[in-house]
């Protein structure tokens, strides 16, 4: 079913949500000074969002990729 007619199945998004919430709290618990305005992610301003994360955390964007790729 795909009630919000963005043509993903509910249970998909639910889980994909549910997985990116998990990862914002281990962000938050890695780079303590991490708000929950730093972790929304706005579609084609990634590497505006990755320059915002470099400056609060002190680490590179490879870095910091790395680190979600790992925990996602």
Known sequence: MDLNQNNVDDQSE???????????GKAKQQWGNLTDDDLNYSEGKQDEWF???????????????DWFHRNF
């Not at 639910?14 to 914002?24: F, I, Y």
């Not at 320059?51 to 990729?65: N, S």
């Open 14 to 24: 639910l889980r994909a949500r549910g997985n990116w919430n998990e990862v914002k």
């Open 51 to 65: 320059g915002q994360l470099q400056q609060k955390t002190g680490h590179t964007v490879a870095e910091i990729k």
